[in-house]
């Protein structure tokens, strides 16, 4: 992807949220220049990859698939497995009208998939064979709202404003927007997504970045080079 297009998702995702009555944390408008000055006191956000994140998955066309997120805060793994402490991850997400998410599941990661706003969120789900691996013959059970639904393999829920699904690790799941661009509220455990997305087909959870102009924002892709 080439820069001045993230710079382009970064304003008009910003709008949309604000939109709906959610703004960022300051930290989420900081220029490069004073994430690089103030590295230090901001070691958490940069170690838990809290921040702006846009990926088309490697395949190079954003709007047929890719994701919008900003992980607003997450927690620690050490936490997770000792079984108390941060153990917990939020994040804003939009998908766009009919910009797929491709089908994926996570190891260790349970969450909550929430519609915040906008047009219907379509999620599609398959459960796993004894392995966890993608079973394209086999349903589950989810809970929607906090209560027990059972899916057939290849079921298509509709999640209108408001509605949401716990989706536990091994329930696989692709998703995106129906009717027009959908924000979207993860909340979860502590959250990795370098090495905790399992992807059914063999792709890139981040995009490759062409540096044709300066970044408005960092990703949280960037921190590693950015500010080391």
Known sequence: MKRSRINEIIAQSDELMRSHGFVLPPFAYWTPSTFKARKDVARHVIEARCGWDITDYGAGDYDQMGLFLFTLR???????????????AEKLLISKQDQLSPMHTHVLKAEDIINRGGATLMVELFG????????EDRGGSVFCDGIQRDFAAGEKLRLAPGESVTLMPGDWHAFWGDGGDVLIGEVSTVNDDETDNIFRDPIGRFAKIEEDVEPRHLLVSDYSAWLA
């Open 128 to 135: 796993s064979d004894a392995q966890g691996n993608f079973a």
């Open 74 to 88: 997450n927690g620690r793994l050490a936490d997770l497995q000792r079984g108390g402490g941060m153990c917990y």
